[in-house]
């Protein structure tokens, strides 16, 4: 990798990548124990209540991201201003929902889950503060974020120890979600203001930039709000047909896959996002030369975290969970092979981002959409939560694989990676 990307990129990658391995390890510890104190159903009620407002994410959200990234990269001198326009824009986007999900649950509709659901809301106004990675990331400031996320990790996982000793409820553990937010916001704010990076009394709201924003990362919006659909209706169709139980048990299975194995190629990808921008308007033949040596390293990640749940995933279940989870076995062999698939579209949509053509994300993403509507319908009756795997991972080749095949273009802008 070092001898296609800089050594700046590759330091970037280091404290991204470490910071994932630490996360990985860490949570292998103390996740375990947080599902074995609350059990199958209430796990599967948190996990429910999360992919339920999961669905909302994107308009929290708003796409913004990897265009704030990119137009840092692009334009180094107005990221101050980008920065500020996408977080008023982000903070109008939080009160308009905020509200919309108090009044419903308190006026429209009650539910037992209503305390849950106002509290992992709530938690996104804190999340605000990840605008500053999209600078710390164009920037390829890596090891600030390692230090916020690792900070505020320590301080989480020790409060999470305590609550599982004494045996607390999952509201608490749903509050120490608010936490992490707020602590990884107060760890940015502090470092660039001792780095003297922003003026934080000028920051100031340009409409115009905003629109343009918009404009730009509608697309992406769209395109993640489909994506986070679809993979909540695996949540939804489990919930009507089985319950919190099978919530539960599928909870662990993307726990172990995408909140531990998964979160270390995303790293990477990001961590290299910026290096890929700077080619594209830089340097055709040196950005398709990285595009190839990432997709190679990829796929030997994806590689090896299928072959390491299919030969340790039932020893693992055995070892840290409790007998209620055993029946997330064969969902965890057939769910593990996701990111081998899931990496190579991710890769792809950096793509689509740098040719400004990511309106053809819409358009795989209602694909992968409408094919694991179908497979949940006719699965999860049958085979309960091994449907729900199957529905997933067909899906996910669909959009990521079968998709690319298909559009001539895509396949063309593929192929020429090699």
């Known amino acids: 990798m070092a001898s296609v990307f800089s050594k700046k990129d590759f330091i970037a990658t280091n404290w991204f990548t470490l910071e994932k391995i630490i996360q990985l390890i860490v949570g292998a510890f103390i996740i375990p124990k947080i599902f074995s104190s609350l059990g199958t159903v209430d796990i599967g009620k948190l996990k429910f209540v999360e992919s339920v407002l999961g669905m909302l994410t994107p308009l929290f959200f708003l796409g913004l991201s990897a265009i704030c990234i990119r137009e840092i990269v692009f334009k180094p001198k107005q990221s101050q201003k980008i920065l500020a326009t996408a977080f008023y824009l982000r903070l109008i986007s939080?009160?308009?929902?905020?509200?919309?999900?108090?009044?419903?649950?308190?006026?429209?509709?009650?539910?037992?889950?209503?305390?849950?659901?106002?509290?992992?809301?709530?938690?996104?106004?804190?999340?605000?503060?990840?605008?500053?990675?999209?600078?710390?990331?164009?920037?390829?400031?890596?090891?600030?974020?390692?230090?916020?996320?690792?900070?505020s990790l320590s301080i989480i996982v020790s409060l999470q120890y305590y609550g599982v000793i004494k045996q607390l409820d999952v509201y608490y553990f749903a509050k120490l979600i608010i936490l992490d937010f707020l602590l990884q916001g107060l760890i940015y704010i502090f470092i660039l203001k001792y780095k003297k990076k922003f003026t934080f009394k000028e920051w100031k709201f340009s409409w115009p930039l905003g629109k343009s924003l918009l404009k730009m990362s509608f697309p992406l919006?769209?395109?993640?709000?489909?994506?986070?659909?679809?993979?909540?209706?695996?949540?939804?169709?489990?919930?009507?047909?089985?319950?919190?139980?099978?919530?539960?048990?599928?909870?662990?299975?993307?726990?172990?896959?995408?909140?531990?194995?998964?979160?270390?190629?995303?790293?990477?990808?990001?961590?290299?996002?910026?290096?890929?921008?700077?080619?594209?308007?830089?340097?055709?033949?040196?950005?398709?030369?990285?595009?190839?040596?990432?997709?190679?390293?990829?796929?030997?990640?994806?590689?090896?975290?299928?072959?390491?749940?299919?030969?340790?995933?039932n020893s693992i279940l055995d070892a840290f969970f409790t007998e209620s989870y055993s029946d997330a076995k064969t969902p965890l062999l057939i769910f593990c092979w996701a990111p081998l698939i899931i990496f190579l579209g991710m890769i792809y949509e950096k793509h689509l981002i740098n040719s400004n053509d990511i309106q053809k994300n819409v358009y795989r993403f209602v694909s992968g959409c409408v094919s694991n509507i179908l497979l949940c319908y006719l699965l999860i009756p049958v085979l309960q939560v091994t449907g729900a795997a199957i529905a997933v991972l067909a899906s996910h080749f669909i959009t990521n694989i079968v998709y690319i095949f298909l559009d001539n273009k895509s396949r063309k802008e593929l192929l020429s990676f090699f």
Request: charged share 15%.
């Open 221 to 313: 919006l769209l395109s993640n709000g489909i994506i986070m659909f679809y993979i909540t209706i695996d949540e939804l169709f489990l919930k009507y047909y089985i319950g919190d139980h099978a919530n539960g048990i599928f909870a662990t299975v993307q726990f172990l896959v995408i909140g531990l194995s998964w979160n270390i190629g995303f790293s990477i990808i990001n961590a290299l996002y910026p290096s890929l921008a700077e080619s594209y308007i830089d340097d055709e033949k040196s950005y398709f030369h990285k595009m190839k040596k990432l997709t190679i390293i990829m796929c030997g990640v994806g590689l090896f975290i299928g072959l390491f749940y299919t030969f340790f995933g």
């Open 94 to 151: 939080w009160l308009v929902i905020f509200t919309g999900v108090v009044i419903y649950f308190n006026i429209v509709k009650e539910s037992p889950l209503t305390s849950l659901y106002l509290i992992i809301a709530f938690s996104y106004l804190f999340k605000l503060t990840d605008v500053f990675e999209y600078y710390l990331l164009a920037k390829k400031w890596t090891k600030i974020i390692f230090i916020s996320k690792i900070t």
